[in-house]
């Protein structure tokens, strides 16, 4: 079974980072693409950014291309999500979720991490 548990969220000024972990068990990765989505009060599930395990392909949605980094260590079966010059606007839920490359649905979420950033 794929468990996947986020920590690092928390409180941060605009113009801050934070960065946080999603430690994945119960696979062998190498197949699977792990993103980050985040969803704000009274607005849809958004991805966020994700990578190809195997490769390290990586992709941004346009509202944090250039600020925020994802990146992954095979050995701790861990994806990070490193967020820089935060804005009030990223404010949200942000999960971490897995899916095969084949199957184009994202099956495992964590249970989320908060992020607030204050003007």
């Known amino acids: 079974q794929v468990q996947l548990v986020e920590s690092g969220g928390g409180l941060v000024q605009a113009g801050g980072s934070l960065r946080l972990s999603c430690a994945a068990s119960?696979?062998?990765?190498?197949?699977?693409?792990l993103a980050w989505f985040r969803q704000a009060p009274g607005k849809e599930r958004e991805i966020v950014a994700r990578?190809?395990?195997?490769?390290?392909?990586?992709y941004y949605a346009d509202s944090v291309k250039g600020r925020f980094t994802i990146s992954r260590d095979n050995a701790r079966n861990t994806v990070w999500l490193q967020m820089n010059s935060l804005k009030p606007e990223d404010t949200a839920v942000y999960y971490c979720?897995?899916?095969?490359?084949?199957?184009?649905?994202?099956?495992?979420w964590g249970q989320g991490t908060q992020v607030t950033v204050s003007s």
């Open positions: 990578i190809n395990w195997s490769s390290g392909f990586t």
């Open positions: 979720a897995a899916r095969t490359m084949i199957v184009n649905t994202y099956a495992y």
């Open positions: 119960g696979r062998t990765f190498s197949t699977y693409i």
